[in-house]
């Protein structure tokens, strides 16, 4: 799997845009982008994936650039909530191809 | 479904000790993977399984660990004799093999914090 780099750390004002940055420069064709976060003293959580559309769900958007070799996850509307660890993973699809995570990045929403 | 289910979520014990952690996967799913915790080291794989048998184990840190599928609803991770360093968060995950994208992601459990003393 591709390696990715994150911020090691974020913050955020509750209620404005969290942009969350991750660079995969090393990304192959068939590999996916995804995001999982981590809620302090709770498992992670998956929370979208892409290819090279940008990708919209109820709990995030995902841009991807056209050369695929970065992309950005966003909460539109980031709540105390959503202070986590943030992990950018590249992968091949299937729940058979393990996920490996790196450090992720830390994001704090204040008030 | 209850999710992927843990157990215990706590676990103190003496050096020296045997210590097993438990899991129960989303039923249907037919891969599960084992996860620890560290601050130091982050979230390491340890060991994943396919319809019960083991695939990959190169992540299982020494030969104190082991573990088991005995069937597709349970595995346990044993750890014999345990040791202080092995004090972490230890993750059980399942997920469908294939199918469509949005069915196969992990699902990850509540985690078991161990601390041995």
């Known amino acids: 799997d591709a390696k990715t780099t994150q911020p090691t750390s974020m913050d955020c004002a509750e209620g404005r845009a969290a942009n969350l940055p991750c660079n995969h420069s090393t990304i192959s064709g068939n590999e996916y982008v995804y995001w999982y976060r981590q809620i302090h003293s709770q498992g992670p959580q998956y929370i979208i994936h892409?290819?090279?559309n940008n990708e919209t769900n109820e709990m995030a958007s995902l841009i991807i650039t056209e050369d695929r070799k970065s992309s950005t996850l966003i909460l539109p509307h980031a709540t105390l909530r959503d202070t986590a660890v943030y992990y950018c993973?590249?992968?091949?699809?299937?729940?058979?191809?393990?996920?490996?995570f790196g450090a992720g990045t830390r994001l704090a929403v204040h008030p | 479904d209850a999710g992927v289910i843990q157990s215990p979520r706590h676990e103190v014990t003496e050096m020296g000790q045997e210590v097993t952690l438990r899991c129960k996967p989303i039923s249907g799913h037919d891969y599960l993977f084992w996860y620890r915790q560290t601050m130091m080291r982050g979230l390491e794989l340890l060991i994943y399984?396919?319809?019960?048998?083991?695939?990959?184990d190169s992540g299982m840190p020494e030969d104190r660990f082991s573990a088991k599928m005995p069937n597709a609803s349970f595995s346990t991770l044993k750890i014999q004799p345990s040791e202080p360093r092995d004090s972490a968060v230890y993750f059980c995950?399942?997920?469908?093999?294939?199918?469509?994208?949005?069915?196969?992601?992990?699902?990850f459990g509540q985690g078991t914090r161990l601390t041995v003393v």
């Open positions: 892409g290819l090279k």
């Open positions: 993973i590249v992968r091949v699809p299937g729940g058979y191809n393990k996920l490996i």
């Open positions: 399984f396919n319809n019960n048998v083991p695939i990959d």
């Open positions: 995950a399942s997920s469908l093999g294939t199918g469509q994208l949005s069915n196969t992601e992990a699902f």
